[in-house]
């Protein structure tokens, strides 16, 4: 294998003259511009945050599961938050819902996901050397190592962390006086997300261009892989979002900081008239959401071009209706931007907008609905591989399904009405947002894993992890689809001051428990991980006999991708089992000329054309030698 | 000392583990496994798939069933009624397609394991099948969504002249309510004006304000409609009244409203549910603060002579506290005196 890496070195350095440098630690491993070492940032980076996000909702699951519950054992770590008694502070219990949905929403499936596959894979998959401009690529992720630390620090400070609801609704997110966290770790909330919004803008200006510009040759659109197609739109989808967010956020600062009055108006609070007055809370919610919601498609959009391919490869046949996944994509995209006030059907806004997005709402259902009908036939008549990467695929679209289906009680606004800001939101969302990208995650990282590391993850671990944790997430948020229904509402310390909700202490306690045990479970991919990333079997080139291009890459990749030149791309990704071939599978970079024997009829017409293409191409090639 | 004996065992425990995962790790390469395509791990986890399928699946049908009383809240609103037959048309058509989709789903995994003596078959695409799951849905969601549509109409559409008016105000952490007294029409206010005896900020320069009371609880007549006000004084609220399917946010500096008639008194619903302690309730959902889960609002519905009677009987703010007229106009005074007299 040594030796192998040297070859590899000797010839990238005699092929690429403008990629020969010297890489010592600091350029290698820190402040590097190779994406495949940014994406391994951005993925160690997110696994530190949701092991965080995941620690602080057991720590409110404690108190939703046993309330009461003497809770002096963790004052080593909360200090004065817990109380003399031995309870959760009810003001700190915000604080932690608010900073695991902001964690896991923007740090974990937000920048781990889509900023580690993104990164990692949009070369490797198009041919591409690196990313078009490394350097930005390298800022993405130092603005996000930036807001880490930001938001990292507030969680410490004396005053807790911002305690308003992920959402940040003003003006219970503007004024200090109605809730300590609005203070000082509100200003830090901001400060780290405006860095976040930078980092994700640098990144995705990357992915667009790069996608655009700098796939080889033969790469048409209609030859990536579906994986590309989704980070491409992602990174549409974040660059014409995060900005609105941005905006929201500052005239937040603005009515924080400078007396302003973009969401105050008319408040009496802590015994004094504020002299805000003409603004409305309505409107942060309308800018907040014009990037909540297509937010939900960022974190989505990436787990599920992740699972087409690993469930494509994985079930040895091509991906059902290829077009039609682009499409509904596509779909998905635009109209990710047209729902957004149906979070806001409650709020006040006039009932008219409310129908209005009740339709576009449920427009959006279509092309989801058409994705897991895709999904589902690319199974049938396969023959499936139950990789662990395959099992998080299956198991992504069952949440796609389970949660989606929730989306239409509540994108229906007279249904809505009941179980508006209900455990059944919290279940709906968790499912279909939180529990779908978090497969998608972990399906890409024991599907790359050996492109990443050059090394195999355990795969009995790997079933173990995936068998403890679906079950684990079903058992967690199924139960709180019933405690939604009787109309439990969210963000409750405890619900015992209601006739209505005094019930149900059995169901909560099962579901911390089972909080726990699958929070448990994720110390097994954990130690997978860095075990293997060491100690793993050394994998093959090629460990699920996929058509991608990154498998054309040596085990080690150089800053660079390819030795040598980077392979043409001949076909679509998607060529499994094809009648007639002798393996079931052909890569991308094999000619349809070397492949008559399974070729289609419109493939065979194609033929000749690509035999011109390829002759030309040598003509090239053999001129450019003879100058040298 | 126990946390020394738990310590070692979990060592142990540890160590255990660690050999069990070691020895399999061997055994798998010394018996080749590791180099076959797909080894015999595929085959349990085909199994598990329909394992899984079966074992959530009763469990699901089974707690539906035996919790339904439970979780199923009594209605106690018109629009109440036609809300939840909404919810459950739609509960009847997702769970078809939830059940049909997961049956396939984990279905597919056991028929479809891989066998080297097979090949999976080549089928790329189906146009015709893409249109029927593209329009099959969109014909069934555009129904579910017009009658979501009517129901969404009626329940925002403007609440009838005679509807009973009932403002709730929203703060940290606890609701007020001013009822408009004889004339049906509440005072104006300003949250400038609010003071520790004029919690609400009403204006007594408004002369619609001189009959205005407030109240412990909301007490509403049966079978009639009534409006709620609601408004906020310093953060959002969001006025959530479960058993009427009723919920609406209460924003500082834009009022907001629903109406609604209800349909069981408190009584009767106590009769109902054989629970003598019951009472309609309101509570918060939309995050305010550290006391966000306690606040709380009681509701009673009575017949509406009983209301009739009980709005008779109820003391105006200047009644309660008539240092709140001291710097009014002598002529508004003069008229809320009169005014006064003339309800006794």
């Given at each position: 294998m040594a030796t192998a890496t040297v070859a590899n070195h000797d010839s990238a350095a005699h092929d690429h003259h403008d990629h020969e440098h010297h890489d010592n630690f600091v350029t290698k491993y820190i402040f590097t511009q190779d994406h495949k070492m940014i994406g391994k940032q951005f993925l160690i980076t997110g696994m530190f945050w949701a092991i965080i996000g995941g620690f602080l909702s057991i720590l409110f699951r404690l108190q939703l599961g046993f309330p009461g519950m003497d809770m002096s054992f963790l004052r080593p770590i909360l200090g004065g938050w817990i109380d003399e008694a031995g309870a959760l502070d009810?003001?700190?219990?915000?604080?932690?819902?608010?900073?695991?949905?902001?964690?896991?929403?923007?740090?974990?499936?937000?920048?781990?996901l889509s900023g580690t596959f993104s990164n990692y894979l949009i070369p490797l998959q198009i041919g591409a050397r690196d990313m078009a401009s490394g350097f930005m690529n390298m800022l993405s992720y130092w603005?996000?190592?930036?807001?880490?630390?930001?938001?990292?620090?507030?969680?410490?400070?004396?005053?807790?962390?911002?305690?308003?609801?992920?959402?940040?609704?003003?003006?219970?997110?503007?004024?200090?006086?109605?809730?300590?966290?609005?203070?000082?770790?509100?200003?830090?909330?901001?400060?780290?997300?405006?860095?976040?919004?930078?980092?994700?803008?640098?990144?995705?200006?990357?992915?667009?261009?790069?996608?655009?510009?700098?796939?080889?040759k033969g790469m048409s659109f209609s030859r990536l892989p579906l994986t590309i197609w989704a980070f491409f739109l992602t990174a549409v989808i974040g660059l014409l979002s995060f900005p609105v967010l941005f905006a929201a956020a500052l005239l937040l600062v603005?009515?924080?900081?400078?007396?302003?009055?973009?969401?105050?108006?008319?408040?009496?609070?802590?015994?004094?008239?504020l002299p805000n007055t003409g603004g409305s809370p309505v409107l942060f919610q309308h800018l907040f959401w014009f990037l909540g919601h297509p937010e939900v498609y960022i974190v989505l959009l990436p787990a599920l071009g992740i699972t087409s391919e690993i469930i494509a490869t994985n079930s040895r046949k091509p991906i059902f209706g290829y077009k039609a996944m682009i499409i509904s994509m596509l779909g998905i995209t635009i109209l990710s931007f047209i729902v957004w006030a149906h979070h806001m059907f409650v709020s006040g806004m006039n009932p008219f907008l409310g129908s209005i997005f009740m339709f576009l709402t449920l427009i959006i259902a279509v092309p989801s609905a058409v994705k897991v009908f895709n999904y589902l036939t690319?199974?049938?008549?396969?023959?499936l591989i139950f990789t662990p990467g395959m099992l998080f695929s299956i198991g992504l679209v069952s949440f796609f399904i389970s949660g989606g289906l929730t989306g239409i009680f509540l994108g229906?606004?007279?249904?809505?009405?009941?179980?508006?800001?209900?455990?059944?939101?919290?279940?709906?969302?968790?499912?279909?947002?939180?529990?779908?990208?978090?497969?998608?995650?972990?399906?890409?990282?024991?599907?790359?894993?050996?492109?990443?590391?050059?090394?195999?993850?355990?795969?009995?671990?790997?079933?173990?992890?995936?068998?403890?944790?679906?079950a684990g997430v079903y058992l967690v948020f199924f139960p709180m689809h019933y405690i939604g229904i009787?109309?439990?509402?969210?963000?409750?310390?405890?619900?015992?001051?209601?006739?209505f909700a005094n019930m149900y202490t059995d169901l909560n306690m099962f579901v911390s428990v089972a909080a726990i045990i699958t929070f448990a479970a994720q110390f097994i991919f954990i130690f997978n991980f860095f075990y293997s990333m060491f100690r793993g079997r050394i994998a093959s080139l090629n460990p699920w006999r996929s058509n991608t291009l990154e498998w054309t890459t040596p085990l080690h990749p150089g800053h660079g991708n390819w030795p040598g030149e980077i392979p043409t791309v001949y076909r679509w990704p998607y060529d499994y089992s094809k009648p007639g071939a002798e393996e079931d599978f052909i890569p991308q970079t094999v000619p349809l000329s070397a492949t008559p024997e399974s070729n289609l009829p419109h493939e065979q017409e194609l033929v000749k054309l690509e035999l011109e293409i390829m002759k030309e191409d040598e003509e090239v090639l053999v001129a450019n030698e003879s100058k040298h | 000392m126990y946390g020394f004996l738990i310590g070692v065992g979990v060592l142990l425990l540890l160590s255990i583990i660690w050999m069990v995962y070691r020895i399999q790790t061997l055994v798998s390469v010394v018996k080749g496994s590791d180099k076959k395509v797909a080894s015999g791990s595929n085959k349990v986890n085909a199994v598990l798939f329909v394992l899984f399928l079966v074992g959530t699946g009763i469990l699901m049908f089974w707690y539906s069933?035996?919790?339904f009383d439970n979780y199923q809240l009594p209605v106690a609103s018109e629009h109440g009624v036609i809300t939840d037959q909404l919810f459950w048309i739609t509960m009847a058509v997702t769970g078809i397609v939830f059940l049909i989709t997961h049956v396939l789903l984990f279905i597919f995994p056991y028929k479809y394991q891989y066998s080297e003596k097979r090949k999976a078959s080549f089928y790329p695409d189906n146009n015709k099948l893409e249109i029927i799951w593209t329009v099959v849905p969109g014909v069934v969601l555009a129904g579910l969504v017009i009658s979501g549509w009517m129901a969404w109409s009626d329940i925002t559409a403007p609440a009838p002249e005679k509807a009973h008016v009932v403002e709730i105000m929203g703060y940290q952490f606890a609701w007020e309510i001013r009822y408009p007294g004889a004339d049906n029409v509440l005072g104006d206010y300003d949250y400038r004006l609010i003071t520790a005896s004029n919690s609400h900020g009403v204006d007594f320069t408004d002369k619609n304000s001189i009959d205005d009371f407030s109240s412990p609880k909301v007490v509403i007549p049966k079978g009639e409609p009534v409006l709620f006000k609601i408004r906020a004084r310093d953060v959002l609220h969001s006025v959530f009244a479960p058993h009427m399917r009723l919920k609406m946010d209460a924003v500082p500096g834009m009022p907001t409203r629903f109406w609604f008639v209800p349909t069981k008194t408190t009584a009767e619903m106590r009769i109902e549910l054989n629970d003598p302690e019951f009472e309609y309730e309101i509570a918060c959902t939309e995050i305010c603060g550290r006391g966000h889960f306690s606040m709380k609002k009681v509701i009673e519905v009575v017949e509406p002579e009983a209301y009739q009677k009980w709005l008779s009987e109820q003391k105006t703010f200047l009644q309660m506290n008539p240092a709140l007229a001291e710097g009014l106009p002598t002529e508004t005074k003069e008229l809320a005196e009169i005014q006064l007299k003339g309800n006794k």
């Amino acid at each position: 294998m040594a030796t192998a890496t040297v070859a590899n070195h000797d010839s990238a350095a005699h092929d690429h003259h403008d990629h020969e440098h010297h890489d010592n630690f600091v350029t290698k491993y820190i402040f590097t511009q190779d994406h495949k070492m940014i994406g391994k940032q951005f993925l160690i980076t997110g696994m530190f945050w949701a092991i965080i996000g995941g620690f602080l909702s057991i720590l409110f699951r404690l108190q939703l599961g046993f309330p009461g519950m003497d809770m002096s054992f963790l004052r080593p770590i909360l200090g004065g938050w817990i109380d003399e008694a031995g309870a959760l502070d009810p003001t700190f219990y915000l604080a932690l819902v608010t900073m695991h949905g902001t964690i896991m929403v923007f740090f974990v499936l937000t920048a781990g996901l889509s900023g580690t596959f993104s990164n990692y894979l949009i070369p490797l998959q198009i041919g591409a050397r690196d990313m078009a401009s490394g350097f930005m690529n390298m800022l993405s992720y130092w603005f996000f190592f930036l807001s880490s630390v930001i938001m990292f620090i507030s969680l410490f400070i004396k005053t807790g962390p911002a305690g308003g609801g992920w959402v940040v609704y003003p003006p219970l997110s503007a004024l200090e006086q109605a809730i300590p966290g609005s203070g000082l770790g509100m200003t830090l909330w901001l400060v780290a997300m405006t860095c976040f919004i930078a980092s994700s803008l640098l990144g995705g200006i990357n992915y667009i261009t790069t996608v655009i510009n700098l796939r080889t040759k033969g790469m048409s659109f209609s030859r990536l892989p579906l994986t590309i197609w989704a980070f491409f739109l992602t990174a549409v989808i974040g660059l014409l979002s995060f900005p609105v967010l941005f905006a929201a956020a500052l005239l937040l600062v603005f009515d924080r900081s400078f007396g302003t009055s973009f969401y105050l108006s008319d408040i009496y609070i802590a015994g004094e008239a504020l002299p805000n007055t003409g603004g409305s809370p309505v409107l942060f919610q309308h800018l907040f959401w014009f990037l909540g919601h297509p937010e939900v498609y960022i974190v989505l959009l990436p787990a599920l071009g992740i699972t087409s391919e690993i469930i494509a490869t994985n079930s040895r046949k091509p991906i059902f209706g290829y077009k039609a996944m682009i499409i509904s994509m596509l779909g998905i995209t635009i109209l990710s931007f047209i729902v957004w006030a149906h979070h806001m059907f409650v709020s006040g806004m006039n009932p008219f907008l409310g129908s209005i997005f009740m339709f576009l709402t449920l427009i959006i259902a279509v092309p989801s609905a058409v994705k897991v009908f895709n999904y589902l036939t690319t199974l049938w008549r396969g023959n499936l591989i139950f990789t662990p990467g395959m099992l998080f695929s299956i198991g992504l679209v069952s949440f796609f399904i389970s949660g989606g289906l929730t989306g239409i009680f509540l994108g229906n606004s007279a249904i809505d009405i009941q179980l508006h800001d209900t455990y059944f939101v919290v279940a709906h969302f968790h499912l279909v947002m939180g529990s779908a990208s978090f497969f998608g995650l972990m399906a890409g990282v024991y599907h790359w894993f050996p492109k990443m590391f050059g090394r195999m993850m355990d795969a009995k671990l790997g079933y173990i992890h995936f068998w403890l944790t679906f079950a684990g997430v079903y058992l967690v948020f199924f139960p709180m689809h019933y405690i939604g229904i009787a109309g439990f509402p969210r963000r409750y310390y405890s619900w015992t001051n209601f006739e209505f909700a005094n019930m149900y202490t059995d169901l909560n306690m099962f579901v911390s428990v089972a909080a726990i045990i699958t929070f448990a479970a994720q110390f097994i991919f954990i130690f997978n991980f860095f075990y293997s990333m060491f100690r793993g079997r050394i994998a093959s080139l090629n460990p699920w006999r996929s058509n991608t291009l990154e498998w054309t890459t040596p085990l080690h990749p150089g800053h660079g991708n390819w030795p040598g030149e980077i392979p043409t791309v001949y076909r679509w990704p998607y060529d499994y089992s094809k009648p007639g071939a002798e393996e079931d599978f052909i890569p991308q970079t094999v000619p349809l000329s070397a492949t008559p024997e399974s070729n289609l009829p419109h493939e065979q017409e194609l033929v000749k054309l690509e035999l011109e293409i390829m002759k030309e191409d040598e003509e090239v090639l053999v001129a450019n030698e003879s100058k040298h | 000392m126990y946390g020394f004996l738990i310590g070692v065992g979990v060592l142990l425990l540890l160590s255990i583990i660690w050999m069990v995962y070691r020895i399999q790790t061997l055994v798998s390469v010394v018996k080749g496994s590791d180099k076959k395509v797909a080894s015999g791990s595929n085959k349990v986890n085909a199994v598990l798939f329909v394992l899984f399928l079966v074992g959530t699946g009763i469990l699901m049908f089974w707690y539906s069933i035996k919790e339904f009383d439970n979780y199923q809240l009594p209605v106690a609103s018109e629009h109440g009624v036609i809300t939840d037959q909404l919810f459950w048309i739609t509960m009847a058509v997702t769970g078809i397609v939830f059940l049909i989709t997961h049956v396939l789903l984990f279905i597919f995994p056991y028929k479809y394991q891989y066998s080297e003596k097979r090949k999976a078959s080549f089928y790329p695409d189906n146009n015709k099948l893409e249109i029927i799951w593209t329009v099959v849905p969109g014909v069934v969601l555009a129904g579910l969504v017009i009658s979501g549509w009517m129901a969404w109409s009626d329940i925002t559409a403007p609440a009838p002249e005679k509807a009973h008016v009932v403002e709730i105000m929203g703060y940290q952490f606890a609701w007020e309510i001013r009822y408009p007294g004889a004339d049906n029409v509440l005072g104006d206010y300003d949250y400038r004006l609010i003071t520790a005896s004029n919690s609400h900020g009403v204006d007594f320069t408004d002369k619609n304000s001189i009959d205005d009371f407030s109240s412990p609880k909301v007490v509403i007549p049966k079978g009639e409609p009534v409006l709620f006000k609601i408004r906020a004084r310093d953060v959002l609220h969001s006025v959530f009244a479960p058993h009427m399917r009723l919920k609406m946010d209460a924003v500082p500096g834009m009022p907001t409203r629903f109406w609604f008639v209800p349909t069981k008194t408190t009584a009767e619903m106590r009769i109902e549910l054989n629970d003598p302690e019951f009472e309609y309730e309101i509570a918060c959902t939309e995050i305010c603060g550290r006391g966000h889960f306690s606040m709380k609002k009681v509701i009673e519905v009575v017949e509406p002579e009983a209301y009739q009677k009980w709005l008779s009987e109820q003391k105006t703010f200047l009644q309660m506290n008539p240092a709140l007229a001291e710097g009014l106009p002598t002529e508004t005074k003069e008229l809320a005196e009169i005014q006064l007299k003339g309800n006794k």
